[in-house]
Every structure is written in C-alpha cells, then in structure tokens.
C-alpha cells in the first residue's frame, strides 16, 4: 500500500487511475488517453525533401 501511495501522491509521474471494471470501458479510456497524450506532444511529420526528376 505504500508503493501505490507513493506512486499516487509524491510521485512526479502524471498517473492516471484507469477502472477495469469493464473491458472496453478500459480500453476506451486508455485509448483517450494516448491519444491526448499524443495531440499534446504537437508533433509534426518531417518535411520531405524536393522532388528531382
């Protein structure tokens, strides 16, 4: 129990409790967020290089 306090309360990782109740309650919500997660992160895809013929 104290390893989950800790890891819950005074740890600097952003948990997020998940509820596993339910399958595809669980995996929707682990779905959003890697998903926000991801719409966070701004990423960008490298730009491709001239076209040379």
């Given amino acids: 129990m ?4 800790y890891a819950f ?3 600097s990782i952003p948990w997020q409790i998940i509820p596993a109740d ?3 309650y669980r995996n929707y919500l ?4 890697v998903a926000q997660a991801l719409l966070n992160m701004k990423l ?5 290089p ?4």
């Fill in 2 to 5: 104290e390893a989950y306090e």
């Fill in 9 to 11: 309360n005074q740890s």
């Fill in 22 to 24: 339910k399958k595809w």
């Fill in 30 to 33: 682990v779905a959003e967020a």
């Fill in 44 to 48: 960008e895809l490298p730009s491709l």
């Fill in 50 to 53: 001239p076209k040379t013929e």
